[in-house]
């Protein structure tokens, strides 16, 4: 039981370690993060909207996370690269009811593909 725990901080601590999050530099390996003040529409139940966000370097494959300014009442936002130097944002409402999110800046955190 002990090894299996100690396994778990172990594998809790890598990963802990690969969210740590630098400035992009010219180094294609480095993360990127930008960040884009976006208004989203007012979202029925089960409605979602798409914007767009230039991150020089991001290739198709990459991995991103994305943050919010504000709380989602209960809306999903996922990020995705969708082109070359481009992640798209989607925020989902399936609270159940409308809601209207303040404009707010959401922030995108890119990390290179390992086969870079």
């Given at each position: 039981?002990k090894s299996v725990?100690?396994?778990?901080?172990?594998?809790?601590?890598?990963?802990?370690?690969?969210?740590?999050?630098?400035?992009?530099?010219?180094?294609?390996?480095?993360?990127?993060?930008?960040?884009?003040?976006?208004?989203?529409?007012?979202?029925?139940?089960?409605?979602?909207?798409?914007?767009?966000?230039?991150?020089?370097?991001?290739?198709?494959?990459?991995?991103?996370?994305?943050?919010?300014?504000?709380?989602?009442?209960?809306?999903?936002?996922?990020?995705?690269?969708?082109?070359?130097?481009?992640?798209?944002?989607?925020?989902?409402?399936?609270?159940?009811?409308?809601?209207?999110?303040?404009?707010?800046?959401?922030?995108?955190?890119?990390?290179?593909?390992?086969?870079?």
């Amino acid at each position: 039981m002990k090894s299996v725990k100690n396994l778990i901080l172990t594998v809790l601590a890598a990963v802990a370690c690969m969210f740590v999050m630098q400035p992009a530099t010219a180094d294609t390996d480095a993360y990127r993060v930008v960040s884009k003040v976006i208004d989203v529409a007012s979202l029925a139940d089960a409605a979602g909207a798409t914007s767009t966000v230039a991150v020089p370097g991001a290739v198709l494959g990459d991995a991103c996370l994305v943050s919010a300014g504000v709380d989602l009442q209960g809306m999903t936002v996922t990020c995705y690269i969708s082109a070359a130097d481009t992640v798209s944002i989607r925020v989902q409402n399936e609270s159940g009811g409308t809601i209207d999110l303040a404009s707010t800046t959401f922030r995108v955190f890119v990390h290179p593909k390992g086969t870079r």
